[in-house]
């Protein structure tokens, strides 16, 4: 007991640090729905006059919903392909021992690290040389490269915490192969796949560096917010407009998060960095 | 005989799990080496407006190494970047630390709010310090309505110190994750019996957890430093002409520059600068570590 009473000062300062760490994580992002509310052009704090006006105006703006639209279709294709791919990767690291495997593994990360304005410089240039045209297509598969490695890391540790003898039991029953991935693999690893199919659509969502080399004349939507902010006018409509992503992306990722470490050990509920 | 057997077995397994990578090792060579491959190739190339000679040359490396204000610009970001590491990993490590060993019944929760700004836009957040940093900011409106201050201060935004607090803000909740995780597999009984043979609290924290945590702190310093070194929109945001960083130059070549050649040679120099850097760091902290142990 005695111990623990010495510990004690030592957990409270860490409780105060954490209690401040997180509102100052969270407080300065909190402005922008605060100022999405002003109805003053200029960002002025304190705010004065209070208005809605732009949560109802902003969505007479076409170009506004074409770039909405545009990366509503773009996240819906690179999860989807992203994950198809990671639970194909994931199958393949957990079950197998193959030569080269720290190395492949590795290239499959890399992609996390790398800087992107190198990955989109590049990836500008390939497809100019090749002759191809930019547009949402080049953007996708930008997208695809850097969300697969986190559904990749997602699955994984999915696949990981999966007792084989079940599916080896099924086999044995008599099931196929696709009966016993319809039944018995996806159930348990369905969990996985959501996260990685939400959180996968939310990078690329908000993705701006490879959008903004690789997008053309079809703008994303954070480069569609990018430009507009060049313009005070526009700011304000941005905020609004900002306000209702994060809002969006908080619910989200809550959800995803909670899904995808449900049910795994507090030891490995990290997985993402190991 | 099964001997055979078993190295049919494994081929088959070698066989089995390519066919599962395949598609991704595809997309990787397609969409990752091939444009880094062409990123180099440009490099020694040369542009004159749309046409490309792709007469191999060293000239646009001479251009950058011979140019003072490529230098100061390189020189900027990687302070600029290494401060942000700095400052970030402080202070997420008693934040990891708070959750590893602290934390008892609301792991789950703590850790997914702690996470969720990963996943956020990060225009919007770097965005948010404009609201805060500006003119008529928050920072100046709160100071000239409690009266003290008359004017606006104007040297909070568009300046060096405005990026570092801007990236130090977007990254501290990335470096918790990794610390947090070399934390949480340290095995307590070395704590434990480190406490009964009488060590002091800050010694076992020094001889013990700190070293077996160090994976965690130079994951997080290179998850922080290699993409701040490249980062583009905060400089643009909140840096003013002071603030510029070196990947802002890049997208100029790219961009109204129109000298792709010279981009592709600032982006490969860049790169090779973060990984020396990189590598120099972990060797020399390393050895430190070694010395503690």
Same mark, same amino acid.
């Given at each position: 007991?005695?111990?623990?009473?010495?510990?004690?000062?030592?957990?409270?300062?860490?409780?105060?640090?954490?209690?401040?760490?997180?509102?100052?994580?969270?407080?300065?992002?909190?402005?922008?729905?605060?100022?999405?509310?002003?109805?003053?052009?200029?960002?002025?704090?304190?705010?004065?006059?209070?208005?809605?006006?732009?949560?109802?105006?902003?969505?007479?703006?076409?170009? =506004?919903? &074409?770039?909405?639209?545009?990366?509503?279709?773009?996240?819906? /294709?690179?999860? $989807?392909? +992203?994950? %198809? *791919?990671?639970?194909?990767?994931?199958?393949?690291?957990?079950?197998?021992?193959?030569?080269?495997?720290?190395?492949?593994?590795?290239?499959?990360?890399?992609?996390?690290?790398?800087?992107?304005?190198?990955?989109?410089?590049?990836?500008?240039?390939?497809?100019?040389?090749?002759?191809?045209?930019?547009?949402?297509?080049?953007?996708?598969?930008?997208?695809?490269?850097?969300?697969?490695?986190?559904?990749?890391?997602?699955?994984?540790?999915?696949?990981?915490?999966?007792?084989?003898?079940?599916?080896?039991?099924?086999?044995? =029953?008599? &099931?196929?192969?696709?009966?016993?991935?319809?039944?018995?693999? /996806?159930?348990? $690893?369905? +969990?996985? %796949? *959501?996260?990685?199919?939400?959180?996968?659509?939310?990078?690329?969502?908000?993705?701006?560096?490879?959008?903004?080399?690789?997008?053309?004349?079809?703008?994303?939507?954070?480069?569609?917010?990018?430009?507009?902010?060049?313009?005070?006018?526009?700011?304000?409509?941005?905020?609004?407009?900002?306000?209702?992503?994060?809002?969006?992306?908080?619910?989200?990722?809550?959800?995803?998060?909670?899904?995808?470490?449900?049910?795994?050990?507090?030891?490995?509920?990290?997985?993402?960095?190991? | 005989?099964?001997?055979?057997?078993?190295?049919?077995?494994?081929?088959?397994?070698?066989?089995?799990?390519?066919?599962?990578?395949?598609?991704?090792?595809?997309?990787?060579?397609?969409?990752?080496?091939?444009?880094?491959?062409?990123?180099?190739?440009?490099?020694?190339?040369?542009?004159?407006?749309?046409?490309?000679?792709?007469?191999?040359?060293?000239?646009?490396?001479?251009?950058?190494?011979?140019?003072?204000?490529?230098?100061?610009?390189?020189?900027?970001?990687?302070?600029?970047?290494?401060?942000?590491?700095?400052?970030?990993?402080?202070?997420?490590?008693?934040?990891?630390?708070?959750?590893?060993?602290?934390?008892?019944?609301?792991?789950?929760?703590?850790?997914?709010?702690?996470?969720?700004?990963?996943?956020?836009?990060?225009?919007?957040?770097?965005?948010?310090?404009?609201?805060?940093?500006?003119?008529?900011?928050?920072?100046?409106?709160?100071?000239?309505?409690?009266?003290?201050?008359?004017?606006?201060?104007?040297?909070?935004?568009?300046?060096?110190?405005?990026?570092?607090?801007?990236?130090?803000?977007?990254?501290?909740?990335?470096?918790?994750?990794?610390?947090?995780?070399?934390?949480?597999?340290?095995?307590?009984?070395?704590?434990?019996?480190?406490?009964?043979?009488?060590?002091?609290?800050?010694?076992?924290?020094?001889?013990?957890?700190?070293?077996?945590?160090?994976?965690?702190?130079?994951?997080?310093?290179?998850?922080?430093?290699?993409?701040?070194?490249?980062?583009?929109?905060?400089?643009?945001?909140?840096?003013?002409?002071?603030?510029?960083?070196?990947?802002?130059?890049?997208?100029?070549?790219?961009?109204?520059?129109?000298?792709?050649?010279?981009?592709?040679?600032?982006?490969?120099?860049?790169?090779?600068?973060?990984?020396?850097?990189?590598?120099?760091?972990?060797?020399?902290?390393?050895?430190?570590?070694?010395?503690?142990?």
């Amino acid at each position: 007991m005695k111990a623990t009473s010495k510990f004690l000062t030592g957990e409270r300062v860490l409780i105060v640090y954490a209690i401040f760490f997180l509102l100052f994580l969270y407080i300065p992002v909190l402005f922008l729905p605060l100022f999405s509310f002003s109805g003053s052009q200029y960002m002025t704090f304190p705010i004065t006059d209070w208005t809605l006006e732009r949560y109802v105006t902003m969505w007479k703006k076409t170009k =506004l919903l &074409e770039a909405l639209y545009a990366s509503i279709k773009v996240g819906i /294709f690179a999860s $989807v392909v +992203s994950t %198809i *791919l990671g639970i194909l990767v994931a199958r393949a690291m957990t079950r197998y021992l193959f030569p080269l495997k720290r190395t492949v593994m590795g290239f499959i990360l890399l992609p996390m690290v790398f800087p992107e304005i190198i990955m989109g410089v590049g990836l500008l240039i390939f497809v100019i040389f090749v002759g191809m045209q930019l547009s949402l297509i080049t953007v996708t598969a930008g997208h695809i490269l850097i969300c697969l490695p986190f559904s990749t890391v997602i699955l994984i540790s999915r696949f990981e915490g999966f007792d084989r003898s079940l599916e080896e039991a099924s086999l044995d =029953l008599g &099931e196929n192969t696709w009966q016993t991935f319809r039944r018995i693999t /996806f159930p348990i $690893v369905g +969990s996985g %796949i *959501l996260a990685s199919l939400l959180l996968t659509f939310t990078i690329s969502f908000d993705e701006f560096l490879i959008a903004f080399f690789l997008s053309g004349d079809d703008p994303t939507l954070p480069i569609y917010i990018y430009g507009q902010l060049r313009h005070v006018k526009n700011i304000p409509y941005m905020l609004s407009l900002g306000s209702i992503i994060l809002l969006v992306s908080f619910v989200t990722i809550s959800f995803a998060e909670w899904i995808r470490r449900r049910g795994m050990s507090s030891k490995k509920v990290y997985g993402l960095f190991e | 005989m099964a001997h055979i057997i078993e190295n049919l077995l494994s081929r088959n397994d070698t066989t089995k799990a390519y066919s599962l990578l395949s598609p991704s090792l595809l997309l990787l060579i397609f969409v990752f080496a091939f444009p880094i491959f062409f990123l180099v190739a440009y490099s020694f190339w040369t542009q004159d407006y749309v046409y490309v000679d792709t007469t191999l040359t060293l000239e646009n490396y001479k251009i950058v190494v011979n140019k003072a204000s490529y230098h100061a610009l390189i020189k900027r970001s990687l302070i600029i970047s290494s401060l942000t590491t700095l400052v970030t990993v402080l202070l997420a490590y008693p934040m990891a630390y708070f959750v590893a060993f602290v934390v008892k019944d609301h792991k789950l929760l703590w850790l997914i709010a702690l996470t969720i700004p990963f996943w956020t836009s990060y225009l919007l957040r770097v965005f948010a310090w404009k609201l805060i940093l500006g003119y008529n900011g928050v920072i100046n409106g709160s100071l000239s309505n409690l009266g003290l201050i008359d004017n606006p201060l104007s040297f909070l935004l568009y300046n060096p110190f405005a990026v570092f607090v801007t990236l130090a803000h977007a990254w501290s909740a990335f470096a918790i994750l990794p610390i947090y995780v070399s934390l949480e597999k340290i095995d307590r009984s070395l704590l434990e019996a480190a406490a009964d043979l009488g060590d002091s609290a800050f010694r076992r924290f020094w001889r013990i957890t700190f070293p077996l945590s160090f994976p965690g702190v130079l994951a997080a310093s290179m998850i922080i430093f290699i993409p701040t070194t490249g980062d583009f929109i905060t400089p643009r945001l909140v840096g003013g002409s002071e603030g510029i960083m070196v990947a802002n130059l890049i997208q100029v070549m790219f961009g109204k520059a129109n000298n792709w050649p010279l981009g592709s040679s600032l982006a490969i120099i860049t790169m090779t600068i973060v990984t020396l850097s990189v590598i120099c760091f972990v060797v020399i902290s390393r050895w430190l570590i070694s010395r503690i142990k």
